[in-house]
């Protein structure tokens, strides 16, 4: 498997694929295998989430030869309108780190939260 740097955008009014910088996603700008959701209610354009996953050191990753799993307790955030990278840390019960897993996101009722 061979790692994409930056993350890969479909823009879906002009059909067309855009490479955006991930600098700021890990120390290497690199992840695979983690789960991401879109969140429409914060930002003007709304937020991507991402958890989990692994986190290689460069573009050529063997899953096989070893992982470097992102710390569950690290919710990295990318704002869609700025393009910026942001890390929020989690706190409470937190799970071992994982990939390849399943996640969903819900909002609030009242539009004031949002719920992985």
Known sequence: MCTLSGL????????????????????????VFGESTFVP????????????????????FFYEQGAALVDMSNITV?????HQW???????DI?????EFCMVGAQGLDNSSYEL
């Open 8 to 31: 890969t955008v479909f823009d879906f009014q002009q059909k067309d694929w855009k490479n955006e910088s991930s600098t700021g996603y890990s120390s290497e700008g690199y992840g």
């Open 41 to 60: 209610l914060f930002g003007k354009s709304g937020l991507l989430l991402v958890l989990g996953g692994d986190s290689p050191p460069n573009q050529t």
């Open 78 to 82: 990318y704002d869609i309108y700025t």
């Open 86 to 92: 942001y890390h929020q840390t989690a706190t409470g």
């Open 95 to 99: 799970p071992q780190g994982r990939s």
